[in-house]
C-alpha cells in the first residue's frame, strides 16, 4: 500500500453511503453483480444507523458498526473485523465506512480496489441505481405502514379508554339513581305509613264521636276537633322529605 492508494482511497470513503456502493459495484460489477441488492441495503442500513448524517453520512463509529453486524447476523466482532481489515491494508480510524465493509467483506485490497477503473458500467449501474431506488421505496412504504399500525394502535387504546370511562360513569350514575329511587320509596311509604296514620286517628274519633253517651260524644268531638287543628309534623316532615327524594331521583334519572 502506498500513501497514493490510500489518499485515492480516501476520495471513496469520504462519499455518502449510496455512492460507496456505487464505487464499489463499478469496480467489481462482472464479479458481484448478483451482490448489487444486498449492497444497496447495507448502503440504506448504515444510512440509517447514522443518526448525525443519515443518507449523506459516509461512515459509522464502533457501536453502531457493531449494530450493523448484528443486525445481519454476523458473528465476528468489531475488534475481529478491524483487524481482518487492517490485514486487508485499509486505513482503518476507529470508523467503518461502507467501503470499507465490502472490501472487508468480499476479500477485497484497497491498492486491488483504487487500481480498478471506475465508470466502465454505467447501463449496470443504472440498473443497480434502479434497484436502489426500489429497495428505498420498499422501506419507505414499510416505515410508512408500521407508523400508520402505530397510529392505529394509538387511537384504538384511547378509544378503549374512552369507552372504559363511559362505562365506569355509567355504573356511577346508575348506582345514583338507584339510590335516589331507594330513598324515593322509602319516602313515599313513610308518608303512606303517616297519612294511614292521621286518617285512622280522624275515623276514630269521628266514630266515636257518633256513639257512645253524651258525655263521651262531646268529648270525642273535642278531640277531633283539636285533632284536625293541630300541626301534623309528621306528616308534614314526610311529604317535605318525599318531595325532595322525588326531585333527587329525577335528577339522578337525567345524568344517567
Not at 465506512?97 to 487500481?115: D, M, N, Q
Not at 305509613?193 to 269521628?206: H, I, N, V
Request: glycine fraction near 2%; include cysteine.
Amino acid at each position: 500500500r502506498t500513501m497514493g492508494d490510500a489518499e485515492e482511497f480516501k476520495k471513496f470513503s469520504s462519499m455518502n453511503y449510496a455512492n460507496q456502493g456505487k464505487a464499489f459495484l463499478n469496480a467489481y460489477w462482472n464479479e458481484y453483480e448478483s451482490e448489487a441488492e444486498n449492497i444497496w441495503n447495507w448502503a440504506h442500513k448504515f444510512a440509517e444507523l447514522d443518526l448525525e448524517n443519515k443518507e449523506e453520512g459516509c461512515d459509522l463509529n464502533e457501536f453502531n458498526a457493531h449494530r450493523f453486524l448484528e443486525s445481519l447476523g454476523e458473528t465476528r466482532t468489531i475488534r475481529q473485523m478491524r483487524q481482518e481489515i487492517i490485514e486487508a491494508d485499509i486505513d482503518f480510524n476507529k470508523r467503518v465506512a461502507l467501503i470499507e465493509y465490502t472490501l472487508w467483506k468480499f476479500k477485497r485490497s484497497l491498492k486491488e480496489f483504487v487500481r480498478r477503473p471506475q465508470g466502465d458500467n454505467q447501463e449496470e449501474l443504472r440498473k443497480a441505481e434502479a434497484m436502489l431506488a426500489e429497495v428505498q421505496t420498499a422501506f419507505e412504504a414499510v416505515a410508512a405502514k408500521a407508523e400508520e399500525a402505530k397510529e392505529r394502535e394509538a387511537i384504538a387504546k384511547q378509544r378503549e379508554a374512552e369507552a372504559r370511562a363511559a362505562e365506569a360513569d355509567a355504573i356511577t350514575a346508575e348506582a345514583a339513581a338507584t339510590a335516589r329511587a331507594n330513598e324515593l320509596k322509602a319516602a313515599v311509604d313513610d308518608l303512606k305509613a303517616q297519612e294511614d296514620a292521621y286518617a285512622k286517628k280522624t275515623e276514630d274519633f269521628k266514630k266515636a264521636s257518633e256513639t257512645g253517651g253524651i258525655v263521651s260524644r262531646n268529648r270525642a268531638k273535642a278531640q277531633l276537633a283539636a285533632h284536625l287543628k293541630e300541626d301534623p309534623l309528621p306528616l308534614r316532615r314526610a311529604k317535605i322529605t318525599m318531595e325532595a327524594a322525588e326531585r333527587k331521583a329525577k335528577k339522578a334519572k337525567a345524568e344517567a
